[in-house]
Nanobody
Framework: VQLQASGGGLVQAGDSLTLSCVAS??????????MGWFRQAPGKGREFVAG????????EYLDSVSGRFAISRDNGKNTLYLQMNSLTPEDTAVYYC????????????????????WGQGTQVTVSS
């Protein structure tokens, strides 16, 4: 599975961005993948942002983005999205999409070790 993330950029505080992540490859069923977004700010570790189960039945968010960010997926397009609203400078980071063939649940999807496939990352910079 290959993941290609896009949609990052430089925005001002209060603005919105939508990140996309397209999955490709041979012999895989995208609808069977658990998907997630993580981020890493300079000098900090990788941080779970949002996750969605393979049937979109469960969505989980980092507390600081809950109510501002929305994760969704279009299984027909093999694409994962992250709608980010009311961005703050604290959201500045490289954002990575990730995929899991083990279908992590509500608790395990927050752990980066549950994901075996990662995109290349897209930079989001929010100025004050």
């Amino acid at each position: 599975v290959q993941l290609q993330a896009s949609g990052g950029g430089l925005v001002q505080a209060g603005d919105s961005l939508t990140l996309s992540c397209v999955a490709s490859g041979r012999n895989f069923d995208y609808s069977g993948l658990g998907m997630g977004w993580f981020r890493q700010a300079p000098g900090k570790g990788r941080e779970f942002v949002a996750g969605i189960t393979w049937r979109s039945g469960i969505k989980e968010y980092l507390d600081s983005v809950s109510g501002r960010f929305a994760i969704s997926r279009d299984n027909g397009k093999n694409t994962l999205y992250l709608q980010m609203n009311s961005l703050t400078p604290e959201d500045t980071a490289v954002y990575y999409c990730a995929a899991s063939t083990t279908r992590p649940g509500r608790s395990t999807m927050r752990n980066w070790t549950a994901y075996g496939y990662w995109g290349q990352g897209t930079q989001v910079t929010v100025s004050s």
